[in-house]
């Protein structure tokens, strides 16, 4: 199992997704996982789900809030509205959600089971043990209050689900893979995605695996209340603070602000104008019957190139998942208002590739391929506008390319 840990600042946002924005969300995700399994196989589409800084930038690259805690319930909303019509076909089924459709979580997996041949009420189990390890074994001030469960035809599964500190207006995520897993207890999480704020207790931690061993050693031979005198009177007392135990190595930290805008500090800005730079390259050679349309061709191959590193990008490359916002903007005006044309025509080139992808004529597929390519080959050494001008243009363009956010369309 991937041991890939992380932390990350989500702020809490209050609100919904807009209808405009979800469905198109809901096609693009799934256009993107299709293109993911097609090249690489359903066992990595899940493995990028249980990457933190993977989901956050899967999340941007559809419009939805950068930053923000949104992503984790819009992303498993989309996927599980736009995977369930190609369940057969794909092989992958989303559980679960936020709020009242967690709990139903472990009967939507018997459900799963019986559809398929899975053992549903053994992955029933395995639901609710995951939230309970993450609610009571990591004691850590976040309440759980989402759940998905994303399970495939053999098998295999991954679980993100995300908890909520009020005090604080933070959220933190937590990802699961089941591939390699051998403990629910001994360090199984693949990341848990939040900033580090006061003590934590982490009985899921394989260092722990003493304690919980004479937690339950004490209590029998005890009992709660001989239990309660000697914790007072151990209160009392002065002792020396025994030397903790070796810390795990350090891991990466995504973290991400309260703020709303998006500046230069959080984005690389050399695989940005390495993407900028790919789409004027390849954008006339690849995509001539779409550059045609007028007004949105070369702009949507910008966007079509973060998707295509979203598609085909190493898990190293997604360290500033608010570059991918440039993509398509967000839903907040947040680098800029979403350019629905673009959006649109996204879409549209996905739906091609993909579907021509189907019947083996891979031609589309290869010419994202080679857009994402060619971006890493470019930023060796390209430059570009700083990110200040590029988000000027777009919002100087924001009208033409049909620019809509939560606040209405721009003018």
């Given amino acids: 199992m991937s041991k890939r840990s992380g932390s990350a600042d989500l702020p809490l946002h209050g609100g919904r997704v807009p209808p405009w924005l979800g469905e198109r969300m809901t096609k693009l995700g799934v256009l993107i ?17 249980s990457h933190p ?26 996927l599980k509205r736009g995977l369930k019509p190609r369940a057969r076909e794909l092989g992958l089924h989303v559980c679960g959600g936020r709020g009242s459709h967690s709990r139903k979580t472990p009967d939507e997996l018997v459900d799963v089971g019986h559809r398929v041949g899975l053992d549903g009420t053994g992955l029933a189990n395995v639901s609710r043990l995951v939230a309970k390890v993450d609610s ?42 089941s591939e390699g897993l051998e403990s629910f207890i001994d360090s199984p999480h ?36 001989r239990i309660v005198r000697e914790a007072a009177a151990l209160a009392r007392k002065v002792e020396a603070v025994p030397a903790p135990e070796p810390a ?57 190139a973060m998707v295509a590193e979203v598609v085909h990008g190493a898990p190293c490359r997604f360290s500033d998942p608010a570059r991918f916002s ?21 879409i549209n080139v996905m739906r091609s590739a993909v579907a021509k992808g189907r ?17 890493r080959q470019l930023e060796r050494y390209v430059t570009g506008p700083d990110l200040k001008e590029i988000i000027a243009g777009e919002f100087r363009d924001s009208a033409s390319f049909g620019g809509r956010s939560v606040f209405g369309w721009e003018e």
């Fill in 33 to 49: 996982a299709e293109a993911i399994i097609h090249h690489y196989g359903r066992d990595e589409f899940l493995r990028r789900l």
């Fill in 53 to 78: 800084f993977w989901f956050q930038s899967f999340g941007s690259v559809m419009g939805m809030d950068w930053h923000s805690s949104g992503i984790t319930t819009s992303v498993l909303g989309s």
């Fill in 136 to 177: 009571a074994a990591v004691q850590d001030g976040f309440d759980l209050y989402l759940h998905g469960f994303i399970v495939a035809d053999d098998g295999k599964w991954v679980v993100v689900q995300q908890g909520m500190n009020d005090a604080t207006r933070q959220a933190r995520r937590y990802h699961w893979l």
């Fill in 190 to 225: 693949s990341a848990i995605e939040g900033r580090t704020q006061g003590d934590i207790i982490n009985l899921a931690d394989k260092r722990a695996e003493r304690s919980r061993g004479g937690q339950l050693d004490i209590l029998a031979s005890l009992g709660p209340d």
């Fill in 248 to 304: 795990q190595l350090s891991l990466p930290h995504l973290v991400m602000p309260a703020r709303h805008d998006v500046r230069e500090a959080d984005v690389n800005m050399k695989r940005l104008h390495g993407s900028l730079a790919a789409a004027a390259d390849r954008g006339p050679v690849d995509f001539q019957e779409l550059l045609m349309v007028p007004g949105v061709g070369a702009r949507t191959v910008r966007a079509l």
């Fill in 326 to 346: 440039i993509a398509h903007g967000g839903k907040d005006r947040h680098p800029f208002p979403v350019p629905l044309k673009v959006y649109d025509e996204t």
């Fill in 359 to 375: 019947l083996g004529r891979d031609e589309e597929l290869a010419a994202l391929q080679r857009l994402d390519i060619q971006a």
